[in-house]
């Protein structure tokens, strides 16, 4: 679908027109201009309110043709926020999809940058769905949503908001893929595709490179499976000098089933949707190939599959990490982080000030917080800070959780090996973290999310459909944009 800003009025267009309305002051329905009493009559046998998340059709007849109109409820103005109106938007998208339309139109009042571009990204976030595997199309016969032009809105802003969108539907597109589709290698595949077509450079290092590097703990986890690990190294560099270096690193387990520790089927059920790390990174260096912000941004991840076999990882297994830290295992199903220990040991390596990583890491964080927001774990409360202004704006709903509980620390030091890969039951999330901390280097500033809540749905719900979300995607794109617009770090 396109998105595209364009000036017009309701009488000179015959396609169906969405209109955004406040609860408190419904004077976007102006723009209806004479029809805006007859609209008005009809809505209120809808009962139509303007509350936040509401939907009315009214349908009326003008000089013999019918015209369509969506109204959309913002709820209270005061309340309103960048999501507001990406809620809104996906909400109007999604029922015209549903309704055949295949242009449409959207008043929603002057829009400035920031929400054209929200607006842009509900729309595009909202039409998604992963049905390429249905073989007979339920909705065959069906038109689809290929246009939607947005009046008073800011270019800029609408063009900035595709990329975002676009970036997180294809990010949702490879986590809803199985893992008889993506494995390692054809994880691996993808980056590569994507950083050609986009003018990045792409390392990928296979399994004897990875034991070559000293990445014994990626190469464990991963050495169970019918096909091997693969470790991934993608760059964005601007022309020019960067303003800042910086690593965004995601697990890339294509599946998880616990290793040995096998899990039982309910909790095995999903876990296609382990890679969703790596899967954020590839669609951030996606959107960087189109954005070009002058920053020099690193796209990491080990892509491994966790299976039981005679040859899989054991539990007591006691296993060297590229930085040189023996890790021993008590659970073969802790096994992201322990990727994550070589790949953060890598990304350390590169002369970056800044690592963002990306995990779908601990059952335990959504005990915590909930399936719909990630926890957030940092060495640096500013730049932790800096994330959780943006999570903000972008919807992408992240809570801090501490790392300095020494008791819990001491957990995953207990052992034969200098860290242990699991802390136990209590405080999982945050012993996860802590033995993720153990990887990175000194000096450098570390966020690390947890993600295995808000990565996946099992059920639609706002501008997300059931199945990958594509969470954590515009949330580092903002982050990058605000580095590249500012000083240099
Ligand atoms: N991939 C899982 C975490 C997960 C669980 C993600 C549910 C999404 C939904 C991870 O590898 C895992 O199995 N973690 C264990 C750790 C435990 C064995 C210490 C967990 O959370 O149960
Ligand atoms: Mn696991
Ligand atoms: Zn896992």
Known sequence: MQVRALEFRVEDVKEPVGIFVFEDDRENLNFLGGLRDQVEKLLSVENFKGKEESIAKVSLLVEDKVRVFYLVGLGKREKSTEDTYRTASALLTKRAKKDNVKELYLYAGELSFRISKAVAEGAILGRYR??????????????????LCVHGADEQGIRMGEI???????????????????????????????????????RVYDEKEIQEMGMYALWSVGKGSATPPRFVHMVYKPEGEPKARIAVVGKGLTFDSGGLNIKTGDYM??????????????????ALSELKPQVE???????????????????DDIIRAMNGKTIEID???????????????????????????????????MVALGEYTAGLFTNDNGFGEELLELSKL????????????????????????????????????????????????????????????????REEFSYYAKGGTGFGVRTCLEYVIKLSEGENQ
């Open 331 to 365: 659970n073969t199903d802790a096994e992201g982080r322990v990727t994550l220990a070589d790949a953060l040991s890598y990304a350390s390596n590169l002369g970056v000030s800044r690592i963002i990583d990306m995990a779908t890491l601990t059952g335990a964080c």
């Open 269 to 286: 059920r999903t876990m296609k949707m382990d890679k969703s790390g790596a899967c954020a990174v590839i669609g951030i260096m996606k």
């Open 164 to 202: 975002f969108a676009k970036a997180q539907n294809f990010t949702r597109d490879l986590v809803n893929e199985p893992g008889n589709v993506i494995n390692p290698i054809t994880l691996a595949e993808i980056a590569q595709r994507v950083a050609q077509e986009g003018g990045l450079q792409c």
């Open 130 to 147: 992963f049905d390429k595997y249905k073989t007979k199309k339920e909705e065959e016969e069906r038109v689809d949503l290929e246009m």
């Open 297 to 315: 941004v690193h796209g990491i991840f080990g892509a491994a599959e966790n299976m039981p076999s005679g040859t899989a990882y054991r539990p």
């Open 394 to 457: 972008t919807g992408e709903r992240m809570w801090k959780l501490p790392l300095d509980d020494k008791k819990l620390r001491e957990k995953i030091k207990k052992g034969e090996g200098d860290v242990l890969n699991s802390g136990g039951r209590y405080g999982g999330a945050i012993t996860a973290a802590m033995f993720l901390e153990e990887f990175v280097k000194e000096g450098i500033k570390w966020v690390h999310l947890d993600i295995a809540g808000p990565a996946h749905l």
